[in-house]
């Protein structure tokens, strides 16, 4: 499972994150242990408002563990900032209903006027800190 780390401060490390977790990682009675694989940190700039934003990817096994540490992790503070930590979701542009051409669905009707997503956004992942 992939858990997402929104609008870490930016001067957020991969160590004060992976110390973070860890604590929420540990099992208790009958619950597995987790670990984590990989941590990410992305840097998001948005070239029309010229402002950064960073986020954190962290890739934890089992799943049940990164269930576990999203449910005890959400809305704790992080280098003095409350964050909110979820579930990361990989979209693909394929599984949108607004373009599938055989839609069996005649009463389908898109509501959506716009697009939500930004389009002036650029990523980047952070160097690895020591």
Known sequence: MIIFMRRIPSDTNKF??????????NGRFFAKKGYINTIKILQIRDSTRNTNEYHGLVRIEPDSAGARAIKQLNKQP???KMIIVREYFHRCWQNDPRIRKNHSDITFADRRK???RRKTLEVAEMPFEP
């Open 78 to 80: 992080i280098n003095g």
């Open 114 to 116: 716009g697009d939500r």
């Open 16 to 25: 004060e994150i992976k110390s973070f977790i860890e604590p929420a990682l």
